[in-house]
Every structure is written in structure tokens, then in C-alpha cells.
């Protein structure tokens, strides 16, 4: 398992571009776009409860969220910009999704607040981090796993309103990637707390 190591400095002769060049390649602005959709789809989830334009938002998200990445690999474009703007937007997507699940009583409090306490150890254990000088935690393919499915689980749990023969047929399949997703979330997040109490605890020995 990888850990979280010390913020490489920028090679000599070969400087970073400034953020706003960075924020205008192709990937980042894609990025950006999909960060801004966060306070519509929230806002459609609990403002006029558009549920069908918020399934939009999401699907154009996840979309946008393959693209980036690919086209971010294509063009040789990758940049520390885009690999902040990228967690950071799946992130806010779960979170806001989560929030919304949880006003309107899609989902039960005692699937979010896990869901919720991870993200916050998982900022704390961040923040250290940062103060002694190190990294981020390295994504993990668990945790990558965990954001893929539970970004499956929330289309069809919007879905599963109602009471027609496609919230039927949404519903188990929902809570079946809630679960599943929800499991491997918390579990990459235990893991990312091993790899930030390993950074530090190696520094110590120093």
C-alpha cells in the first residue's frame, strides 16, 4: 500500500504554469464545469425536487468525470490543478447527494452519517498532513472503487421514487450499490488514515 510522502518540489528549469493556465486546458475546464453543477443539482434536488434534471446533472457529471481523465492522459495535460479539482469535485457530489438524500428521507440517517464522519476524519487526517509538510493521501483503487459505485447507487435511487415499474425495478438495484459502495468508502477511508498515521509516525522516526 502506497503512503502519503513529502510534496515534491517543481524541477529545476522547468517551472509549473501559473493555476489559470492550468485552469484553462481542456480537462481542468471540464473539471470546473463539473463543479459548478454541484449547487444546481442540489438545489434541484431540494428546491423544485426536479429530480429528473438533477439524474441529468448527475449523468453529465459522470460523464465529464471519464472525460477529464481520459483527455487529461491524450493531450499530456495533467497538472496539480486538475489532480485537486478532480477528487474534489467527486466529493462535493457525494456529499451534496448525500445531504439532499437525507432532507428528503431517501436515505436513512444511519447510511449517511458514516458516509459523513469519514469524509470528516478523512479532512482532519489532510490538514495534518499538510502542516508537517506532506502530500494528500494517495488514492487508492479501493477508494476509486468506492466513488464509482456509490456515483451508480445515487441515479437509481432518484429513480426509485415513486411508485411506478422503473422505481420498482431501481430500487433494490439502488440500495444494493448503496450498500456496497458505502461499505468500500469507509473501508478506503480507514485505509487513507493508515497511510497518513504511517507518514507521520515514519517522519517521527527520523
Same mark, same amino acid.
Given at each position: ?15 509549473? +504554469?501559473? %493555476? *489559470? !493556465?492550468? $485552469? ?5 475546464? @471540464?473539471? =470546473?464545469? &463539473?463543479?459548478?453543477?454541484? /449547487? ?73 452519517? +458514516?458516509? %459523513? *464522519? !469519514?469524509? $470528516? ?5 489532510? @490538514?495534518? =498532513?499538510? &502542516?508537517?509538510?506532506?502530500? /494528500? ?70
Amino acid at each position: 500500500m502506497s503512503t502519503a510522502a513529502p510534496e515534491p518540489a517543481a524541477q529545476a528549469g522547468a517551472p509549473e +504554469p501559473s %493555476l *489559470l !493556465r492550468q $485552469a484553462m486546458n481542456v480537462p481542468n475546464m @471540464l473539471s =470546473l464545469l &463539473r463543479l459548478a453543477g454541484v /449547487p444546481v443539482f442540489l438545489w434541484l434536488l431540494l428546491g423544485p425536487e426536479e429530480d429528473g434534471w438533477a439524474l441529468a446533472v448527475l449523468v453529465f457529471s459522470a460523464l465529464t468525470d471519464w472525460l477529464d481523465g481520459k483527455l487529461a492522459r491524450w493531450l499530456n495535460q495533467m497538472s496539480r490543478l486538475g489532480q485537486l479539482l478532480d477528487p474534489a469535485a467527486d466529493r462535493l457530489y457525494i456529499l451534496a447527494t448525500l445531504i439532499a438524500f437525507l432532507a428528503r428521507e431517501i436515505i436513512p440517517w444511519w447510511v449517511v452519517v +458514516p458516509l %459523513l *464522519l !469519514r469524509e $470528516a476524519v478523512l479532512g482532519v487526517c489532510v @490538514l495534518t =498532513l499538510r &502542516r508537517r509538510g506532506f502530500a /494528500p493521501p494517495e488514492v487508492t483503487y479501493i477508494g476509486k472503487g468506492a466513488t464509482f459505485v456509490l456515483m451508480y447507487a445515487f441515479p437509481f435511487l432518484l429513480l426509485a421514487q415513486g411508485g411506478s415499474d422503473v422505481a420498482a425495478v431501481a430500487r433494490p438495484i439502488g440500495y444494493a450499490f448503496t450498500i456496497w459502495g458505502g461499505v468500500l468508502y469507509v473501508w478506503s477511508g480507514v485505509l487513507y488514515v493508515v497511510q497518513a498515521r504511517n507518514a507521520l509516525r515514519g517522519a517521527a522516526d527520523e
